[in-house]
C-alpha cells in the first residue's frame, strides 16, 4: 500500500470499532482504532514503529473492507465523511457528535490518538459502562493514564469530553 495514501474506516470498519461485530483480533482491531480518515499508511507504520506485519494488516484491512483510501498525503483537500470528525477531534466537549455511538466512538479514538495501543488497557471499561458511576470510574482510570502519558492538560480535555458525553447519554 502507497505510504502516502489517507485511509478512513468504511461503514464496516465503523460499526466494528463500535461493537466489535466482525471479531477482528485484538491487534487488528488497534490498527482499525488508529485510521482516523487524517493519518496516512506512513502515518499508522511510524505509530507502530516500522513493525512489519502492520503493513500487512492495512492491506488486509482495506481488502476485508474495514479501511478505504480517501486520497493522498498532499490533496487539496479530502472529502467530510462521518469517519473523519474533525471538529469532534480537535476541540472539546461541545462538538461531540449527536449519538450515543458515535460520541462513544469519538472518545475512545481520542485516547487511541494520545495514547496509542495502550489505549486498549483502558476503553474496554468505558464500552461497557452501563451505569453514570461505572463509566465515571472508567473515566477517572482513562484520565489517569492520560495524565502520566501525556500531561494534565490533555487528561483534563477528556474530562470535559466525558462530562459532556455524561450529560448527553447518561443523565443526570
Known amino acids: 500500500m502507497d505510504r502516502s495514501a489517507v485511509l478512513a474506516k468504511t461503514a464496516k470498519g465503523l460499526e466494528e470499532v463500535k461493537s466489535r461485530t466482525h471479531g477482528l483480533p485484538q491487534k487488528q482491531r488497534t490498527i482499525l482504532i488508529m485510521v482516523d480518515g487524517t493519518a496516512t499508511v506512513?502515518?499508522?507504520?511510524?505509530?507502530?514503529?516500522?513493525?512489519?506485519?502492520?503493513?500487512?494488516?492495512?492491506?488486509?484491512?482495506?481488502?476485508?473492507?474495514?479501511?478505504?483510501?480517501?486520497?493522498?498525503?498532499?490533496?487539496?483537500?479530502?472529502?467530510?465523511?462521518?469517519?473523519?470528525?474533525?471538529?469532534?477531534?480537535?476541540?472539546?466537549?461541545?462538538?461531540?457528535?449527536?449519538?450515543?455511538?458515535?460520541?462513544?466512538?469519538?472518545?475512545?479514538?481520542?485516547?487511541?490518538?494520545?495514547?496509542g495501543p495502550d489505549a486498549d488497557l483502558v476503553t474496554g471499561r468505558l464500552e461497557k459502562a452501563k451505569t453514570p458511576a461505572e463509566f465515571s470510574a472508567a473515566v477517572e482510570r482513562c484520565a489517569d493514564m492520560l495524565a502520566a502519558v501525556r500531561g494534565a492538560q490533555k487528561a483534563q480535555v477528556f474530562r470535559d469530553r466525558a462530562k459532556a458525553f455524561a450529560a448527553a447519554h447518561l443523565g443526570p
Request: no cysteine.
Open 42 to 115: 506512513g502515518d499508522i507504520l511510524a505509530k507502530f514503529g516500522g513493525i512489519p506485519e502492520i503493513a500487512a494488516s492495512l492491506d488486509a484491512l482495506a481488502r476485508d473492507g474495514f479501511v478505504e483510501v480517501k486520497g493522498t498525503e498532499g490533496a487539496t483537500e479530502l472529502p467530510a465523511t462521518a469517519t473523519t470528525l474533525p471538529a469532534a477531534k480537535a476541540a472539546g466537549p461541545a462538538t461531540l457528535p449527536q449519538s450515543r455511538g458515535d460520541a462513544l466512538s469519538a472518545m475512545t479514538r481520542f485516547l487511541h490518538d494520545n495514547l
